[in-house]
């Protein structure tokens, strides 16, 4: 433990060639979902699920960084860490939650997880801070004390919300069993102080459609809609982030879907949970990896040979468009990682591939703006992280209107293609595309898509190169942005 805070505060961007560079890791070993993102101060505070002894998932801590713009972090000391008998087992320990302002004091909500002769318990707990910086645990912890009747063990992520001068918690839940057949819940709770909580109902029911526990739920408002999302485990279409945009009437407690979507068709988008930022906006953070790295599915991830495991997307503002479905796109504050900017307009390219750039430090933004009419090609191809025969391939067809995100060249760690459907607007296209050390999104149109995927090039694979298979084509506007790092070193 020691040693962990010492090596986060001697955190360096050379710790390995995996470490990303302007997406948050932990300083050492593992890391799972954001927590208790807040403007609290005049500071952005970030907790994370967290085990400062290894580079595996065992006894959650929250870990801790603060921020001024959500870019640019610096390490604190672990927040909270299982030291009660409600919250104190290996696997167990201070699992998700969330944190709100009340009267200049931040509370953090978080579930402790223990076992009791084997037994699994998950009660919702409070710990308060007067200056973000050290927490109290709520000497009458817990103040949920267990799910509602007949939900199973399976109760946790609460995320408070302050709506029409009332406090509301939305928590997950599950009838039956959430690693089998059971279905998926979200429950809400009402509360006039923060400590005292009355159970609502229930938010969104899966019903047999949408999982069998919903995990870190969210809900928000946006545009006079509220917006519900969860991660559910056993969605029947592997939907890792779900999202509903809807009305809700609080008082019974009765939710109204008008639309239901994915939110990142990517591999590694889970636990979003949202903020408003100093601004006002609403912004969305995730753990930018799945539970397909639990060894029970693929294993660990490669990352623990550098030490750590895990890390988060970048900041996303959330919107909605005019048909209310979701749009998530890199919050503007990115910006002030930009070292150099190259443009590019009307390009012409064709089967043999034209090298855009080559970055050592393989840490960039690339945008793309495409007019169908001048490309006379069905696909077009753009290749990052780079060398030779080895690549992660972002492939349009604009026949099918699919990019595929292709990584089976990428690494040699786990492969795999997703498919993203898409839409021209006036015969345009615009791309964005967010190349780190161990990661790639790409964002369509603004981010009316967004596909997120992990890769583990090795050290060479630094070039970006664009082509079409046959024929040609005319790329209206290509912007590369070199990015620096999020740490100070
Ligand atoms: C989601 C999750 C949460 C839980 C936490 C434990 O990734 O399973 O439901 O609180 O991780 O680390």
Known sequence: MEQALERALKRSETEGKWRQRYHFTPPVSWMNDPNGLVYYKGLYHLFYQYNPKSCKWDSMHWGHAVSEDMIH??????????????????????????????????????????????????????ATSKD?????????????????????????????????????????????????????????????????????????????????????????????????????????????????????????????IEKMGNMDVGFDYYAPQSFTDKEGNRVLIAWQNGWLWMPWCIDWGPTSLENWRGCLSVPRKVQLDSENNLCMYPVKEVESLISQIVTYTDMEIGEKAIKLYDDPNRSNRIILKLDITKIESRNLEICVLGKESSYTAIQIDFLSKIITLDKSYGDHYEGGRMNCPFELHDNYLELCILVDHSSVEVYVNHGEKCITTNVYPEENQTECWIRTPYKKAVVDYVQIDFLTSSWEV
């Open 73 to 126: 972090w610096k390490d604190m000391p672990v927040a909270l860490k299982p030291d009660q008998e409600y919250d104190c087992h290996p696997e167990g320990g201070c699992f998700s939650g969330s944190a709100v302002e009340k009267d200049g004091v931040l509370f953090l909500f978080y579930t402790a997880t223990t076992q009791i002769d084997g037994v699994v318990h998950q009660t919702q707990c409070i």
């Open 132 to 256: 973000g910086m050290t927490f109290e645990k709520y000497p009458n912890n817990p103040v949920i004390k267990e799910p509602p009747q007949g939900f199973s063990n399976d109760f946790r992520d609460p995320k408070v919300f302050k709506h029409n001068g009332k406090w509301y918690m939305v928590v997950g839940g599950c009838i039956g069993s959430a690693t089998f057949d059971g279905d998926g819940r979200i429950c809400l709770y009402e509360s006039d102080d923060l400590y005292n909580w009355k159970y609502k109902g229930n938010v969104l029911e899966s019903n047999g459609k949408l999982g069998t526990m919903m995990e870190c739920p969210d809900m928000f408002e946006l545009n006079g809609k509220w917006v519900v999302t969860c991660s559910p485990m056993n969605h029947p279409d592997y939907n890792k982030s779900l999202y509903c945009v809807g009305t809700m009437d609080f008082e019974n407690c009765i939710y109204t």
